[in-house]
Each structure stands twice: as structure tokens, then as C-alpha cells.
């Protein structure tokens, strides 16, 4: 019997469920990814790098295929089309893949079962630890508080969950096939050079090297995870994402030898689980839902000068400034930033949270919809488990607090670089004199502050409570 596996965000060979599954229970199993036209129609950068991501993985992934005498089959168009379509070609028993729990993926994978008909359609848990109903309260519901879902999710876990697939045993099943051409990116409509490889390895080579490089600093995550200037994280996000990385090799690696810092990594890695977890129960969430319904009507007054301001780096805050210019400039953006500038945009320039998911879901290399829209629901306090309402982020103490010599600001806001770290946090405040003596003219060189914090926040607290009654 043959048998498809197709890969989608899980671009690796080893400790893969459905590889695994579908090696084990066939005698020729032919690995294809398909470039989704479906996503990739909608986006309007021709230089995503998102796509050069994939690109660069799928074609190592293809070149340890080729060293087993097997090939990854690559299509471009419509999945509910063509993986039904390969499957009657190749004459296959069945499809094999990794779950996903994003909505669109949801209704893509059941439309593609429907139209494999007689064709088995096989699906496996792969990309987290524990998945859809798996963790429940006590009374049969989905959590929506952290801390006790963390507290069942790691009573739960044991070696079961987080041993590795041992996929290499079963490799003798890869169909065999003659190397075939690898289509260009240009081919898709897409160009490179905007990710720097060198910076940002990609394929599971690339993942392997990061958390390498990782696990000889985990010891120091705890402390060192909250300073972006810092290189205080793993950088694995993307890797996740695309599943170039194994969750159960490095959760396995947090929880067995990770020391103090491994907990605490670990604890970040189980919101990951959260937030997918809460996309399956609440596929609503997807659709611009806040997830604590009361808040769904806040009369935001987006004005558009303001969220230009925010999103081209301009708003006067420097660490503000300095974070969205990490973001526009390499596609990542540090977890302590993430929430400062989504904090700004909601609770001082009072845009509407989803407008600033949308930006992040645009650049964000990262991009992934349950911890784009668990993080953007959180820090605008809308979502479950969030930030209070009443409790918001001060721009200039975050800044002062997390990058308290300025470093990380002067390394994106080299107009800044002469500032002494007195005013760096809040330069408006900078006498004349010493504006002229350091080079830094608030208003010319660097901008005035967009809003004054003090003033945006009664507004925030009079919008919000509006909505709470
Ligand atoms: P590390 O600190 O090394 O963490 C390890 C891994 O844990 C991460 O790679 C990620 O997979 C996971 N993780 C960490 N924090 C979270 C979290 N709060 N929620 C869910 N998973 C987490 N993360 C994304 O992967 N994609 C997104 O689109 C995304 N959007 C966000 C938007 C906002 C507004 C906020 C506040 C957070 C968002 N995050 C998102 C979570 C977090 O900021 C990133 O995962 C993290 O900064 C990635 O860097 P790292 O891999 O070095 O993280």
C-alpha cells in the first residue's frame, strides 16, 4: 500500500507523528507540501519572509529526502484540490498529516477529507503537547485561567507525551524517486532578500543550531528573558511555527534538564498550548471576537494619524519606536516589546486591538493566529486571563525598567545615540540647552510624543469603563 504525507507546519523529518504513522502503515510513502494560493494570494508583500522562510526549509527538507532516494513533491494552488487530485494519480490508500486547529486550516482539512472520499484521511496531534479537550477543569470545560490549566497540564505530563517519534526507523518506506527540479521562488511569485539567513538560520539545521545555542543559556532565562537588549531568549518562535523544531524535543529538554530557567521556558511554551488550545474551543476568537464578550463594542477612535504614527515608528516614544522598528526590520519583535507596544496602541492611542493584530499578523515572522490574538487580547485586556483594564503600561517606566541605559534603544534609533540615558526614556523632557549640546532637537531630529501618556489614560479608563457598565 502507498500512502501521502503532507507536510504544512511541521517542516522537519524527525520526531513527526504523521510521518511516523504514515511510514509505519505503508511501503511507499511520498512526503508533498503544497504553497497554499489560498494564503498566499493574500498577501501583498512579494518579499514576505515568511515565504523565504519556508522556501529555504523546504529545501533541505528535500535535500535529506533525496539522500534516502525519496523527493518532496512540491504544489502550488489550491490543497482542497490538489492533494485529493495527487492522491487518485499516486493511486494511495491514504493521507497522512499533522493537525492544525486554526479555523481556515479546519475547514480546509475537512473539505479535503470530503473530496478524498474512499481515500483514508489520517490527522495526529503534532505541533503541541496537549491538544483541543485533552486538559479540562474538573467540571468538563476548557480553562480560561493560566495558572490552574499549567498546574493540570503538568500533572498530566509524563514521558508518554513528550517521547520522540522514532520516524528514522521506517525511513526504507519513503517512496522511492529521481531528484526532481526544486521551482524557484520566483516561481510562486515571490522574491527573496528580505530574511537574512544569517541571522535567522532557517530548516530544521537552523533550528537545531538556535536552541543549541539556547540550552548553553537557559540557566539565565528566568532573569535575562525580560531585557530586549539582552540576547536573553531563544529566538525558536519561527522555528515553532513551521515545526522545524520538534515541541516535544525541546519541552522534553525544558522538563528533564532544563534546571530552574528550563521551568520557566517551559512555562512559555505552555501557553503556547493555551492559546491553541483556546482557538479549538473558541474558533470565534479568529473572527475578531473578544473573548470576554462585554468588551466587544469599545468605541476606539482609531484615528488613522495615530496608527500611521504607531506603525512607522514615529510616535515620539523611543522605546516604543525602537520596538517597532525591530519588527519592521527583521519580522521579530521581543516578547516584553510585543506587550509594551501593544499596551500603547490600545491604552494610549485608543486604536482598536484588532488593528494592531492585523500589523503583527502582516510582519510578524512569527505569525501565529492563537498567540497573535492571545497576546494582542491579553495586553488590551479584552481576552481571557488578561492584563485588568484598569491596569496600564507606562511607556517611560516599561522603558526605564527594561532597557534602563537605553541600549537597546540606540541600537534602532540611532537618532537617539547621543542622549544621555537621563532623557532617553522621555527626551521631550530634555532641557534646550542639553537638547543642542547632545545633537537630539525633540520636534526636528527625533519626534514630539504623539499623545501624553497621563492624558491618554483617563480616556482609556472612561472607554473601558463605558463598556464594563
Ligand atoms: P522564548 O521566550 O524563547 O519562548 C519560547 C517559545 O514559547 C516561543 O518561541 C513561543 O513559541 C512560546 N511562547 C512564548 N511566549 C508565548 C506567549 N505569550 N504566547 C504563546 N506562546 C508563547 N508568539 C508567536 O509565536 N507568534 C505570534 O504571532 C505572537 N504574537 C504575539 C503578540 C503579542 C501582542 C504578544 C504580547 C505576544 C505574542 N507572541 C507571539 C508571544 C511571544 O511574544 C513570542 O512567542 C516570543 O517573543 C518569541 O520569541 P522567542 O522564541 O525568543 O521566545
Redesign the pocket.
Known amino acids: 500500500n502507498r500512502s501521502i504525507c503532507w507536510f504544512r507546519r511541521d517542516l522537519r523529518l524527525d520526531d513527526h507523528a504523521a510521518l511516523y504513522h504514515a511510514l509505519k502503515n505503508s511501503r511507499a510513502v511520498h512526503c508533498v507540501f503544497v504553497f497554499d494560493t489560498v494564503i498566499l494570494d493574500a498577501l501583498s508583500d512579494k518579499h514576505d519572509r515568511r515565504v523565504e522562510f519556508i522556501w529555504h526549509s523546504l529545501y533541505e527538507l528535500n535535500a535529506l529526502l533525496q539522500q534516502h532516494g525519496s523527493t518532496l513533491q512540491i504544489l502550488h494552488g489550491n490543497p482542497v484540490e490538489l492533494i485529493p487530485h495527487l492522491a487518485r494519480e499516486l493511486e494511495v490508500q491514504a493521507v497522512f498529516c499533522n493537525r492544525d486547529y486554526e479555523p481556515l486550516a479546519v475547514r480546509r482539512d475537512a473539505a479535503v477529507a470530503a473530496s478524498l472520499s474512499d481515500i483514508d484521511f489520517h490527522q495526529y496531534k503534532d505541533q503541541v503537547i496537549f491538544e483541543q479537550s485533552e486538559i479540562l477543569t474538573g467540571g468538563g470545560t476548557p480553562y480560561s485561567v493560566f495558572t490552574p490549566y499549567k498546574n493540570a497540564w503538568l500533572k498530566k505530563l509524563d514521558d508518554f507525551y513528550l517521547r520522540a517519534y522514532p520516524v528514522e526507523r521506517y525511513f526504507s518506506s519513503l517512496a522511492k524517486s529521481a531528484p526532481q527540479a526544486f521551482p524557484a521562488l520566483a516561481l510562486l511569485g515571490f522574491l527573496p532578500g528580505k530574511l537574512n539567513v544569517q541571522a535567522l538560520p532557517t530548516g530544521a539545521s537552523g533550528a537545531a543550531t538556535l536552541f543549541e545555542n ?1 540550552v548553553s543559556r537557559i540557566d539565565a ?1 528566568g532573569e535575562a ?1 525580560n531585557f530586549p537588549a539582552v540576547k536573553g ?6 522555528h ?2 513551521f515545526g522545524t523544531i520538534s515541541i516535544r524535543r525541546v519541552a522534553s529538554f525544558a522538563y528533564y534538564s532544563g534546571g530552574a530557567g528550563g521551568q520557566v ?1 517551559l512555562s ?2 505552555i ?2 498550548d ?2 491553541q488550545m483556546q482557538l479549538h474551543h473558541h474558533p470565534q476568537l479568529g473572527q475578531g471576537a473578544a473573548f470576554k464578550a462585554q468588551f466587544n463594542d469599545i468605541r476606539f477612535p482609531n484615528e488613522e494619524g495615530k496608527f500611521a504614527a504607531w506603525c512607522e515608528a514615529r510616535t515620539g516614544y523611543p522605546l516604543i519606536d525602537a520596538a517597532m522598528r525591530q519588527l519592521n526590520g527583521s519580522g ?4 516584553r516589546l ?2 509594551v ?2 499596551s500603547f496602541l490600545v491604552k494610549d492611542l485608543h486604536i482598536d486591538w484588532r488593528w ?2 492585523r500589523y ?2 502582516q510582519h ?1 515572522i ?7 490574538n ?3 487580547q ?2 488590551a485586556s479584552t481576552g481571557c486571563d488578561a492584563q485588568p483594564w484598569f491596569r496600564i503600561f507606562n511607556p517611560v517606566t516599561q522603558s526605564e525598567k527594561f532597557d534602563g541605559a537605553g541600549r537597546f534603544i540606540r541600537r534602532y534609533v540611532p537618532e537617539l545615540a547621543g542622549c544621555p540615558d537621563k532623557w532617553i526614556h522621555a527626551p521631550w523632557l530634555m532641557p534646550a540647552a542639553e537638547q543642542q549640546r547632545c545633537g537630539v532637537l525633540v520636534g526636528k531630529t527625533y519626534p514630539l510624543p504623539v499623545v501624553d501618556h497621563a492624558v491618554a489614560r483617563i480616556t482609556t479608563l472612561a472607554l473601558f469603563k463605558a463598556a464594563v457598565g
Do not use: T
Open positions: 539556547f532565562y528573558r531568549v531563544s529566538y525558536l518562535s519561527v515553532l511555527r521556558w512559555e511554551l501557553w503556547r493555551f492559546y521579530y519583535m521581543h516578547n510585543r506587550m507596544v501593544a494592531g493584530e503583527f499578523a510578524l512569527d505569525f501565529d493566529l492563537a498567540a497573535n492571545g497576546g494582542w491579553w495586553a
